[in-house]
């Protein structure tokens, strides 16, 4: 199963700052790594280490829980961040 995710980037910011938030994991085979605002999925990248999520100016509307999964044939790990 894929190691527990990690995450890079800035976690807080200003309405108007731009946001970048890096989600990686590794595991053999790679990972399918998702990035989701509660049910919405808001960035993937399949059978790569790491998927970034980039908003231009935040809103007080991107304020909330967000969840990186990475998951494999063999199982699946996650972390949660606000």
């Known amino acids: 199963a894929p190691r527990a995710p990690v995450l890079n980037g800035s976690l ?6 731009p946001l970048s938030v890096t989600c990686g994991a590794s595991s053999h085979p ?6 989701a605002r509660g049910r919405r999925v ?7 280490p790491q998927v970034t999520l980039r908003v231009p100016e935040a809103t ?4 909330g829980e967000y969840r990186c999964r990475a998951e494999n044939q063999h199982g699946e ?5 606000n």
């Open 12 to 17: 807080w910011v200003l309405a108007g700052d």
């Open 77 to 81: 790990s996650s972390v949660a961040f």
């Open 30 to 35: 790679a990972p399918i790594v998702t990035l």
């Open 60 to 63: 007080p509307e991107d304020a």
């Open 42 to 48: 808001v960035a993937t990248a399949v059978y790569e």
